[in-house]
C-alpha cells in the first residue's frame, strides 16, 4: 500500500499521447519508460557494475526469479499468469520467452 501511495502522488492530472519506438500510448503517471527508461537502466547499469544485459534482460531475471518463488504458493500455471501481469503483458504464452 506504501508504493500504491507514492504512485498514485505521481498520476497526471490528465493522461497524455505518448509515443515510444513508433508506438503510441497513453501515459498516466509522471514515470520514466519505454526507450528512456532502457537507456537509463543500461548506463547506471554499466556504472554501478561495469555491464549490463539491459532493461530486457532484467525482466528475464526478474520472471524466472518470481515464478521460482510463486511455486512455493501456487501452482505453476497460476504462477506463470500472475508473472505474466506482473510483467506488464497479461498473457502467460508470452511470459514462457522470459522463462527460457
Known amino acids: 500500500s506504501d508504493l500504491a501511495e507514492k504512485l498514485e502522488q505521481l498520476r497526471l492530472p490528465e493522461a497524455r499521447r505518448v509515443t515510444d519506438r513508433g ?3 497513453r501515459q498516466h503517471y509522471d ?3 519505454g526507450k528512456r527508461f532502457t ?3 543500461r548506463r547506471a547499469s554499466i ?3 561495469g555491464w549490463s544485459t539491459g532493461a530486457h534482460g532484467l525482466r528475464h531475471s526478474y520472471a524466472q526469479e518470481r515464478i521460482r518463488e510463486l511455486q512455493f ?3 505453476y500455471d497460476l504462477s506463470k499468469e500472475t ?3 506482473e510483467l506488464g503483458h497479461f498473457r502467460p504464452d508470452i511470459t514462457d520467452a522470459y522463462l527460457r
Open 23 to 25: 508506438i503510441y500510448y
Open 31 to 33: 514515470i520514466v519508460g
Open 39 to 41: 537507456d537509463c537502466f
Open 47 to 49: 556504472r554501478a557494475l
Open 73 to 75: 504458493h501456487c501452482k
Open 83 to 85: 508473472v505474466s501481469q
